[in-house]
């Protein structure tokens, strides 16, 4: 665990929209009983001080080198009103998965951030799992080198692209490809470790890179004036939540914690958005990239804090690809929509913003 999280679950005590989404969702979810509701919205002020007072410590877990994380790391640092535990992991560790990656195996995680590709494939086995938010947005991209014979996406058909297929990435990937009239067949699909797909880019092994930042900023600079970019702004973005379990949100307690460590997020979120200097040092000093790459890297985010609005669309699409390569019937809008729960971004969205703690 690093000096970060330890400080995160024992030295915290020292120191003290964009809209819902859209009424079609609002109406399915009414129908499905998407929504957890054992509470009522905060009505009053005294109320919503013993809220944040009764809070008490919880365990946030996620990939603590991507970007999308850093409103997490603010709202455990300066925000949230108690210990919190911030873990390496996925939503894997919400349920006790194989791949779960904890720094801390003693207990599972109360909250788990991924990207909605993850939460769909685990919630195939654990269909109590719940999407709370959307923290933040990936503006996802392509880098190609234009020596290569790539000037148009179109070109990319029969060259080597490096991703990873089953992630979000991937499924960037092919809608991309399907705006030029190709599908994965039409290009190789090259898997590697991330770190290794810049300097693959620059040997010429593949011909373009689609990943997350910043190893696609790392690709570009890799190639220099070689480089031609092409942007995934109106076809897809990386929806990145947190993520709870029914189980979680029917205990009252711990229900109270994941209600104000929403509304932590949300006041992290307005800081990062105005001035993201410390969510930047802190993404560096746990990703180990150059904090001048994570600058360089940072405006391919939206901070968001809220939902999308077309986050059960998203999902809808976004599962019958993976059932296409899972070889299995894709699960019906409605039983997708039981994954959503508003009401606990409604509950924080209640609460008077928190005071950031010296």
């Known amino acids: 665990m690093s000096a970060f999280n330890r400080a995160m679950s024992h030295g915290h005590a020292r120191r003290r929209g964009r809209g819902v989404l859209l009424a079609g969702l609002s109406l399915l979810l009414a129908g ?7 509470d009522t919205p905060v009505a009053s002020a005294s109320a919503a001080s013993a809220t944040v007072a009764q809070a008490g ?10 970007f999308e994380f850093a409103p997490l790391f603010i709202a455990a640092e300066s925000y949230y009103p108690a210990p919190v535990t911030v873990g390496r992991g996925s939503v894997a560790n919400l349920v006790g998965e194989p791949g779960a990656t904890p720094d801390d195996s003693s207990a599972p995680a109360d909250i788990a951030t991924n990207a909605e590709t993850q939460a769909l494939r685990y919630s195939l086995r654990n269909p109590d799992m719940r999407i709370v938010m959307t923290v933040t947005e990936g503006l996802y991209r392509i880098v190609a080198r234009k020596s290569a014979g790539i000037n148009s996406l179109a070109d990319l058909k029969g060259k080597r692209i490096a991703t990873i297929s089953v992630t979000s990435s991937g499924f ?3 809608k991309m490809l399907k705006t030029v009239g190709l599908s994965s067949d039409d290009v190789t699909m090259v898997g590697m470790k991330l770190p290794d797909m810049p300097q693959a880019l620059a040997d010429r092994k593949v011909d373009a890179v689609a990943i997350w930042e910043p190893e696609v ?23 990145f939540n947190l993520n709870t379990t ?20 949300i006041d992290a979120t307005q800081e990062v958005r105005r001035n ?4 930047q040092e802190l993404v560096a000093q746990n990703s180990g990239y150059p904090l001048e790459l994570v600058e360089q890297s940072w405006s391919h985010h939206n901070w968001l804090a809220d ?17 296409k390569q899972d070889k299995r019937t894709p699960r019906t809008r409605a039983q997708l929509a039981t994954l959503i729960d508003t009401s606990v971004l409604e509950e924080a969205k209640a609460l008077p913003p928190l005071p950031k703690r010296k």
């Open 32 to 38: 499905t009983s998407a929504c957890t509701q054992t």
């Open 57 to 66: 410590p919880i365990r946030a877990f996620g990939n603590l080198t991507v």
């Open 172 to 174: 960037f990937t092919q």
């Open 217 to 239: 900023e790392r690709a570009a600079q890799a190639i220099g004036d070689d480089a031609i970019e092409f942007s995934g702004k109106g076809v897809y973005r990386e929806l």
């Open 246 to 265: 029914a189980g979680a949100l029917a205990n009252p307690q711990m229900r109270r914690n994941i209600v104000v460590m929403v509304r932590a997020i």
């Open 276 to 279: 993201p200097a410390r969510a």
């Open 307 to 323: 939902w999308t609005g077309d986050l059960l669309d998203v999902l809808e699409e976004e599962e019958a690809w993976l059932a």
